[in-house]
């Protein structure tokens, strides 16, 4: 077992594990700034999750799908009912963001959707350690006898998909997005 903690229903946010063994992800995400562009005295929302180290990033639909599709899973063989194992998540799709952005007020100005496979290398346990880092929450409806065993059996569901050439992925799915506030009419 790695040295990640235990999922807990808790759900307990530790930054310094996610620096330390998912700092991975700001790297992968450094070229928003390009499509950003920022000025000076500009605002720019963190949408994202982690320490902040990056801005206008979401997961798209089908984000982490072989994950939550594994811990469903489970769930069943476990004896529990999929429809107990929600996502906490938001992942809409391109078109489904776009017209929430319209509605608070932005022009998009670019939105795309991308396939971001990303290497768990700082992850002794793989999608296992990924779970216990992140996913908690889909674990809620499990036993805390059983959870353990839970993220044990998902990561092995998940081994087909996501372990390759010796290395552990997770499924991310991403939008990328550019919305302004269109100028205040002058009077």
Not at 14 to 33: E, H, K, M, P
Not at 51 to 75: K, S
Not at 162 to 171: E, I, P, Q
């Given at each position: ?16 594990t ?5 700092g ?15 000025r ?55 078109a489904?963001?776009?017209a ?13 959707e ?15 350690d ?29 081994a ?5 050439d010796?290395r ?10 550019r ?6 009419p002058?009077?």
């Amino acid at each position: 077992m790695s040295d990640f903690a235990a999922a807990s229903p808790d759900d307990a946010w530790d930054a310094q594990t996610y620096d330390r063994r998912f700092g991975f992800v700001a790297d992968l995400g450094r070229d928003l700034i390009t499509l950003l562009e920022p000025r000076d005295g500009e605002r720019i929302l963190d949408l994202g999750c982690g320490t902040g180290t990056l801005t206008a990033q979401l997961g798209a639909a089908g984000n982490v799908a072989t994950i939550i599709a594994a811990v469903r899973e489970t769930a069943e063989e476990l004896g529990l009912r999929a429809d107990r194992v929600a996502s906490p998540w938001y992942f809409p799709t391109a078109a489904e963001h776009a017209a929430v952005l319209e509605r608070a007020g932005l022009r998009v100005r670019y939105l795309g959707e991308l396939d971001r496979p990303t290497p768990l290398d700082d992850c002794p346990d793989g999608v296992a350690d990924w779970l216990r880092m992140f996913g908690s929450r889909l674990l809620d409806g499990v036993d805390p006898d059983l959870r353990e065993e839970a993220i044990t059996m998902a990561s092995a569901r998940c081994a087909p998909v996501l372990y390759r050439d010796g290395r552990w992925f997770a499924d991310y799915r991403r939008l990328r997005f550019r919305a302004e506030r269109p100028p205040t009419p002058a009077g």
